[in-house]
C-alpha cells in the first residue's frame, strides 16, 4: 500500500513522494495502529480547482470517487484516483493546487496528530 505525501521543501516549495506504508509480514499484513484526531467527507464537483494553497491541517485523504490532479509550486503535476491515498502536510511554503479533473470526487479525510510521520517509511518515488 502507498500513500501520496504532500510536505514542504526547506526551500519553501512543495513536492510530493510516494512512500510504501510499512506492513507486517502476516498472511494478511497490517501497518502498525495510527491514533487520528476527527474525520469528515466532503464532495467536490467535476471542474473545480483550489488555486494554490496550503494543507489546512495534517490530514490523511483517502479518494473514493472521481479524479484528482496535484501540481506542485515547481509545476510537477500527479494523478489520483479512487482508492489513493494523501498525507497533507503543506502546512506552509508555497502550497499546492488540486482539480477535479473526471466525476464528482469523493473523499474523506482523517485528522491526525503531530506525531503521525511517514518520512522514515520506504521511499518509492523522489
Known amino acids: 500500500m ?10 519553501g516549495d512543495s513536492e ?3 512512500r510504501q506504508v510499512p ?3 502476516a498472511n494478511r499484513p497490517m501497518s502498525e495502529i495510527f491514533q487520528s484526531e476527527s474525520i469528515f467527507f466532503r464532495e467536490t464537483p467535476q471542474g473545480h480547482v483550489q488555486d494554490f494553497h496550503n494543507a489546512p491541517r495534517r490530514q490523511l485523504i483517502f479518494i473514493t470517487s472521481g479524479l484528482l490532479e496535484l501540481e506542485t ?3 510537477r503535476r500527479v494523478l489520483c484516483q479512487p482508492g489513493d491515498v494523501l498525507f497533507t502536510e503543506d502546512a506552509q511554503g508555497r502550497g ?3 482539480r477535479s479533473l473526471r466525476g464528482t470526487r469523493g473523499f474523506f479525510h482523517v485528522v491526525v496528530p503531530d506525531s503521525f510521520d ?3 517509511w520506504p521511499l518509492l518515488t523522489p
Request: hydrophobic residues 40%; without cysteine; aromatic residues 8%.
Open 118 to 120: 511517514v518520512s522514515a
Open 2 to 11: 502507498q500513500v501520496f505525501r504532500i510536505f514542504t521543501t526547506p526551500s
Open 73 to 75: 509550486s515547481q509545476g
Open 23 to 25: 506492513m507486517s509480514q
Open 16 to 18: 510530493v513522494e510516494i
Open 96 to 98: 499546492h493546487i488540486t
